[in-house]
Antibody, heavy 119, light 107 residues
């Protein structure tokens, strides 16, 4: 079955960077874009962007342009999100997900990675 | 960016009641690329509906979606105890955005 497994929780200081990983299994890794979605404490879901795991093309939400970078390593079946210049408002649970609605009628989410930004 | 507005913010209901949740888009959602999710505390969102009206794999038929263009609805025909949660709409026709959510709580 399709699974996305993310790296563990991180605590960072303001101004630092964080890199979160998302390893896919149970499917052809390059078949689906990997999206990144975050959710602050008690907040709504917020889309960060996606990476085309096939060719590496990316699409970032305007809000995060210039601060976020998505990469992938197809041999390791892993996607990465790096967020720089961290602020306290970046404290959130970061999810990776894929949405093969048409081909599978499903969506798949990682377990989430808590990123805490605190001085 | 397409902005999704969900209403109401919170609904207080009893098991067995019928629920109608609204999601309005700031511009037309192409190809009806609109999904609905359920989220419970401490859990990742669970897909209920995609393509505005197609139930996801394994979702009970008490959940149904409808709508077109800018106005979409999620209906739960008869609330079960496990349905008390937060519901989000998501459009994926132009980049991707989520609505602010509707909380369905026990009255």
């Amino acid at each position: 079955q399709v699974q996305l497994v993310q790296s563990g929780a991180e605590v960072k200081k303001p101004g630092a960077s964080v890199k979160v990983s998302c390893k896919g299994s149970g499917y052809i890794f390059t078949s689906y874009h990997i999206h990144w979605v975050r959710q602050g404490p008690g907040q709504r879901l917020e889309w960060v962007g996606w990476i085309n795991t096939g060719d590496g093309d990316t699409n970032y939400s305007q809000k995060f342009q210039g601060r976020v970078t998505f990469t992938r390593d197809t041999s390791a079946r892993t996607a990465y999100m790096e967020l720089s210049d961290l602020r306290s408002e970046d404290t959130a649970l970061y999810y990776c997900a894929c949405f093969p609605y048409i081909t599978r009628g499903s969506a798949y989410w990682g377990q989430g990675t808590l990123v805490t930004v605190s001085s | 960016e397409i902005v999704l507005t969900q209403s109401p913010g919170t609904l207080s209901l009893s098991p067995g009641e019928r629920v109608t949740l609204s999601c309005r888009a700031s511009q037309s959602v192409s190809s009806n690329y609109l999904a609905w999710y359920q989220q419970k505390p401490g859990q990742a969102p669970r897909l209920l509906i995609h393509g505005a009206s197609s139930r996801a794999t394994g979702i009970p038929d008490r959940f149904s979606g409808s709508g077109y263009g800018t106005d979409f609805t999620l209906t739960i025909s008869r609330l079960e105890p496990e349905d008390f949660a937060v519901y989000y709409c998501q459009q994926y026709g132009s980049s991707l955005t989520f609505g602010g959510g509707t909380k369905v709580e026990i009255k």
